[in-house]
């Protein structure tokens, strides 16, 4: 089984930083395209970012300029800074894997349980 386990949400004032982790774990040969995902209250799930094995990054318009996602494919894990918050970036981040290979099996859209980012004074 492979799971995705988010971590470093939180409450941050308008202006601050946040760094999220996505560390996936199992018994995992690869990982295809990994992206952030979220969701605010009220309003369907949207991809904030997206990166491949290789090649070019891509963000919603809305966050160009201020998130920047990396992975590290030796720890199987991807990351998204987030810098000068604002309150409509407030939502529960998801991490998505679209293709997982693993041991004995591939695994299709692989998701983290979400982890909350309040962005308030």
């Known amino acids: 089984q492979v799971q995705l386990v988010e971590s470093g949400g939180g409450l941050v004032q308008p202006g601050g930083s946040l760094r999220l982790s996505c560390a996936a774990s199992?018994?995992?040969?690869?990982?295809?395209?990994m992206a952030w995902y979220r969701q605010a209250p009220g309003k369907q799930r949207e991809l904030v970012a997206a990166?491949?094995?290789?090649?070019?990054?891509n963000y919603a318009d809305s966050v160009k300029g201020r998130f920047t996602i990396s992975r590290d494919n030796a720890r199987n894990t991807v990351y998204l800074q987030m810098n000068s918050l604002k309150p409509e970036d407030t939502a529960v981040y998801y991490c998505?894997?679209?293709?997982?290979?693993?041991?004995?099996?591939?695994?299709?859209?692989?998701w983290g349980q979400g982890t909350l980012v309040t962005v308030s004074s």
């Open positions: 998505n894997a679209d293709r997982v290979r693993g041991i004995s099996r591939w695994y299709l859209e692989v």
């Open positions: 990166i491949p094995t290789g090649g070019t990054t």
């Open positions: 199992g018994s995992i040969v690869s990982i295809n395209a």
